[in-house]
């Protein structure tokens, strides 16, 4: 007969203390095995890089997350990240946290100014090219350029900016810590 673990029955594991804080609203394999996730994504869901907190996982997940945000995809940027970062094992977490940047509140001011943006890298179209469009596509094709152009160089400009700069700031703490353990040996 198998020794009973702590605080449990014989052959069980052992349990994990509850999650504090904001570790609690990151999902366990536990709760994502054998989930519609699980089914859909496969093992790419267990992905270490895509779960913990390392260097380059972390920082290209902010910056995927960034850039995802700043996309006029408002409704569907957690599915994006989420299929992104799985596919490419970036951190998960992170980027859907960055995905927050366009929020309800948020969301007019920010795709207000990459329209403005747009409109200084690709003007309105000529009243002549849009004269064959009506309704609904005639709007789509008047002020959509110049959102997703506007939206495509912003996400992408602060998307690698925020890239760079997660990987200089984990780089300084790094050396910040590395340089305090040293002096205290």
């Not at 992905?47 to 569907?76: Q, Y």
């Not at 943006?117 to 003007?123: E, I, M, T």
Request: with cysteine; charged share 15%; net charge positive.
């Amino acid at each position: 007969m198998e020794p009973a673990a702590p605080g449990g029955l014989p052959g069980s594991e052992p349990k994990r203390p509850p999650a504090t804080g904001w570790r609690r609203y990151i999902p366990t394999r536990e709760r994502l095995n054998g989930s519609w996730l699980h089914r859909v994504f496969g093992e790419r869901l267990f992905h270490p890089k895509v779960w913990h907190f390392e260097r380059e996982s972390t920082c290209l997940g902010l910056g995927i997350g960034v850039f995802i945000a700043l996309t006029p995809t408002f409704g569907f940027q957690f599915l994006l990240a989420t299929i992104t970062c799985l596919a490419l094992r970036v951190n998960l977490p992170i980027a859907l946290a960055a995905c927050l940047i366009t929020n309800p509140l948020t969301a007019p001011v920010v795709y207000a100014a990459q329209y403005q943006l747009g409109l200084l890298l690709a003007p309105l179209p000529s009243p002549s090219e849009v004269d064959s469009y009506k309704g609904a596509l005639r709007v789509l094709v008047l002020y959509g350029k110049p959102l997703i152009v506007g939206s495509l160089v912003s996400g992408g400009v602060l998307g690698l900016t925020s890239y760079a700069v997660a990987r200089l700031c984990w780089q300084l703490i790094s050396k910040l810590v590395h340089g305090h353990e040293k002096s205290h040996k």
